[in-house]
């Protein structure tokens, strides 16, 4: 999924924080993951002191959990957590909706459209981390269009937390389809936000629906296989 990192000269802390933070929201590294300090200094050729500066920052970002004398690990949540950022992101997405639905620009529109269009050609390709991350900015790019920057602001920090959700789901498919985006894209652009809001409340309620604490989960790759897998849903289907 990406490039090897001991072939570069030598990646910025900024480099690894990123590659970590894909890694995780991307659904490459499950929950409870040991991030070992070692290992990750020597998978990325840097010290260990730039490998906790970076966890520092994913712990920030609450991806991350530090524990005393164990060390740090991919966060989890409990099943209750996972439906309780559901239920917070259909309260904060429906009131980003019905601002959107009276402000939304020609050219906003445009730019939503072409980022569906790119969601479909990623699903027909069947590259998951892909359509993962285009879903994603879905919703990033509506809460950045709506003109309460708190709301959008929360919205966007908590999108990643349900990449660490998504463990419990029963289908192993990327969490937003590319026709439910475009049916409440197109009634936003309608002018209907009631409608745009339900529709994006069934979105939310489906990908809910589907989470169930039996998944399990696969706690058997070492963290570097799971770092440069190519493809982190076709391997967590075939368990
Ligand atoms: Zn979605």
């Known amino acids: 999924m990406r490039q090897q990192p001991k072939s570069d000269p030598k990646p ?16 490459h590294l499950p929950p409870d993951t040991k991030l070992g300090e070692a290992m990750l ?18 712990s920030s970002d609450r991806l991350v959990k530090l524990e005393p004398n164990r060390g740090a690990f991919v966060a989890s949540l409990s099943l209750e957590e996972a439906r309780q950022i559901y239920e917070a992101w259909r309260l904060v997405e429906a009131a980003i909706i019905r601002d959107v639905t009276q402000s939304i620009t020609p ?49 966007k920090e908590l999108i990643p937390q349900t990449s660490l959700a998504y463990f419990y789901e029963i289908r192993k ?29 069934q979105h939310l309620d ?27 849903v076709a391997k967590i289907r075939s368990l």
């Open 41 to 58: 200094a020597e998978h990325y050729g840097v010290s260990r002191t730039i490998i906790r500066q970076v966890l520092l920052r994913l």
């Open 12 to 27: 910025s802390e900024e480099f690894i924080y990123t590659d970590l933070y894909n890694a995780i929201c991307e659904r």
């Open 107 to 155: 050219e906003q529109i445009a730019s939503l459209r072409s980022l569906i269009a790119a969601e479909r050609v990623a699903c027909d390709e069947q590259n998951y981390p892909l359509l993962t991350r285009l879903s994603t900015q879905f919703h990033v790019q509506l809460a950045d269009l709506c003109r309460n920057k708190f709301l959008g602001r929360f919205l």
């Open 206 to 232: 489906g990908i809910e629906s589907s989470l169930n604490a039996r998944v399990a989960f696969d706690r058997q790759m070492s963290l570097v296989d799971k770092l440069m897998s190519p493809n982190p």
């Open 173 to 201: 498919m990327p969490v937003c389809t590319k026709d439910e985006h475009s049916e409440i894209l197109e009634l936003i652009v309608a002018g209907d936000a009631e409608a745009a809001v339900s529709a994006a409340k």
